[in-house]
């Protein structure tokens, strides 16, 4: 906010990284105290000495993106912690228990059949509706700040919602939490940001790399066919990953949760990759190359 308002007055400003401020304060002949007269003077000395300092610029665009992305995270957060009480409460409600997918519609028919006896259970029921309610009114907050991501990418004029399984709430939030992508010195450099770089782990002479999902649990046994390693998480994302440099080649979500067990897995064959999920086998075409976009068909089993 600081630095938007002295722009605002005409004011030439640069970005420097607070890293680049302590290593000067550190390494200063006089007395690395941190206060504020020594931290000024350190980061002005980092802003006059540094190459990498870059020029701020005004908020643009991507700022709105930025405020309704949040908003969107923050929302999303709300509405799992309301279905996870409104969940507990029907699984004590309903003798054995209801299944772990929990809708505004599917909780409202199981209390529609729930007949309370005595005071007890009442109190329980009239839990239950007010959490039904949260849920409901998350739900509509949910779909409006949807309609407002969508009309603010559409309004930006970005290309980044026509690559394969990019919307506009994954779009705004990655042009939201990147504003400018020049700030990166390279490609490498972006990826380490968002976490898409594998990291090498290696051994010796085995090489390894470990590539963050950081999405949910690889529940499903890894396939390999085709050159490339297929994974599935349980937040419902299928990956394609190369061994030899474990670079991430695409990714897809199957639309829900995937689920595992024991004889239960993921299977390549005819050029397709099906991957189990609830009631639903999703299939993926193309599979084997890492240029052509994965075309995706679903059918329940």
Same mark, same amino acid.
């Given at each position: 906010?600081?630095?938007?308002?002295?722009?605002?007055?005409?004011?030439?400003?640069?970005?420097?990284?607070?890293?680049?401020?302590?290593?000067?304060?550190?390494?200063?002949?006089?007395?690395?105290?941190? +206060?504020?007269?020594?931290?000024?003077?350190?980061?002005?000395?980092?802003?006059?000495?540094?190459?990498?300092?870059?020029?701020?610029?005004?908020?643009?665009?991507?700022?709105?993106?930025?405020?309704?992305?949040?908003?969107?995270?923050?929302?999303? *957060?709300?509405?799992?912690?309301?279905?996870?009480?409104?969940?507990?409460?029907?699984?004590?409600?309903?003798?054995?228990?209801?299944?772990?997918?929990?809708?505004?519609?599917?909780?409202?028919?199981?209390?529609?059949?729930?007949?309370?006896?005595?005071?007890?259970?009442?109190?329980?029921?009239?839990?239950?509706?007010?959490?039904?309610?949260?849920?409901?009114?998350?739900?509509?907050?949910? *779909?409006?700040? *949807?309609?407002?991501?969508?009309?603010?990418?559409?309004?930006?004029?970005?290309?980044?919602?026509?690559?394969?399984?990019?919307?506009?709430?994954?779009?705004?939030?990655?042009?939201?939490?990147?504003?400018?992508?020049?700030?990166?010195?390279?490609?490498?450099?972006?990826?380490?940001? +968002?976490?898409?770089?594998?990291?090498?782990?290696?051994?010796?002479?085995?090489?390894?790399?470990?590539?963050?999902?950081?999405?949910?649990?690889?529940?499903?046994?890894?396939?390999?066919?085709?050159?490339?390693?297929?994974?599935?998480?349980?937040?419902?994302?299928?990956?394609?990953?190369?061994?030899?440099?474990?670079?991430?080649?695409?990714?897809?979500?199957?639309?829900?949760?995937?689920?595992?067990?024991?004889?239960?897995?993921?299977?390549?064959?005819?050029?397709?990759?099906?991957?189990?999920?609830?009631?639903?086998?999703?299939?993926?075409?193309?599979?084997?190359?890492?240029?052509?976009?994965?075309?995706?068909?679903?059918?329940?089993?």
């Amino acid at each position: 906010m600081l630095a938007q308002q002295l722009l605002a007055a005409g004011e030439h400003v640069l970005d420097v990284q607070p890293k680049l401020g302590a290593r000067v304060r550190l390494l200063s002949s006089g007395t690395p105290d941190k +206060n504020d007269p020594n931290d000024a003077r350190s980061v002005a000395v980092a802003a006059l000495r540094s190459p990498v300092c870059h020029q701020v610029r005004a908020d643009d665009h991507a700022v709105v993106l930025r405020v309704w992305s949040r908003r969107h995270r923050q929302l999303s *957060r709300l509405r799992t912690q309301a279905a996870c009480r409104l969940h507990a409460v029907l699984c004590d409600l309903t003798p054995g228990g209801v299944p772990k997918v929990i809708t505004a519609a599917r909780a409202a028919a199981i209390l529609d059949a729930h007949h309370p006896a005595g005071p007890v259970g009442q109190a329980w029921h009239d839990l239950a509706a007010e959490h039904l309610a949260d849920l409901r009114r998350i739900d509509t907050k949910l *779909r409006d700040a *949807r309609a407002k991501i969508t009309a603010a990418v559409r309004a930006s004029g970005t290309t980044l919602a026509e690559i394969f399984g990019v919307g506009p709430v994954i779009a705004a939030a990655v042009i939201g939490d990147v504003a400018d992508v020049s700030r990166f010195p390279g490609a490498d450099r972006f990826a380490s940001y +968002n976490g898409t770089a594998p990291i090498e782990v290696s051994s010796g002479s085995r090489k390894i790399y470990r590539l963050s999902i950081g999405d949910g649990t690889l529940i499903l046994p890894p396939v390999v066919a085709g050159g490339y390693l297929y994974a599935a998480s349980t937040a419902g994302n299928v990956y394609a990953v190369a061994p030899s440099s474990g670079q991430q080649v695409w990714t897809d979500n199957v639309g829900t949760s995937v689920t595992g067990g024991p004889e239960t897995g993921m299977a390549i064959g005819g050029g397709l990759l099906v991957v189990p999920a609830g009631s639903t086998l999703t299939a993926f075409g193309n599979t084997y190359t890492a240029v052509t976009r994965p075309v995706r068909a679903s059918q329940p089993h």
